[in-house]
């Protein structure tokens, strides 16, 4: 069975950064990654996503030039490094995981319970 469990939300002050992580239990290392992110009222989206070899990435534009996925198959990890953050950026992330690679959002097979960021401005 697949967990993913993320950490490294908080606070930050705009300008700032964070780095996000998702530690994975499973063979995970040839699945495709995405983090997501859920502000309140708001539909859950797309942030950024990574192959299983880690050669190619997407992003949303909203995030491009900011935000770095990466992932350490050794370790089972995929980290999400955040710089010059914005308010708009607040929002509970998550870390998704599907062995078929890039799905719909709601159709990743595996999720973490999610890490809240909040940006102040």
């Known amino acids: 069975q697949v967990q993913l469990v993320e950490s490294g939300g908080g606070l930050v002050q705009a300008g700032g950064s964070l780095r996000l992580s998702c530690a994975a239990s499973g063979r995970t290392f040839t699945f495709y990654y995405g983090w997501f992110r859920q502000a309140p009222g708001k539909d859950r989206e797309f942030v950024a996503g990574?192959?299983?070899?880690?050669?190619?990435?997407s992003y949303a534009d909203s995030v491009k030039g900011r935000f770095t996925i990466s992932r350490d198959n050794a370790k089972n990890t995929v980290n999400l490094q955040m710089n010059s953050l914005k308010p708009d950026d607040t929002a509970v992330y998550y870390c998704?995981?599907?062995?078929?690679?890039?799905?719909?959002?709601?159709?990743?097979?595996?999720w973490g319970q999610g890490t809240q960021v909040t940006v102040s401005s």
């Open positions: 990574i192959v299983w070899s880690g050669t190619s990435t």
């Open positions: 998704a995981a599907d062995p078929r690679g890039p799905v719909a959002t709601l159709q990743y097979n595996f």
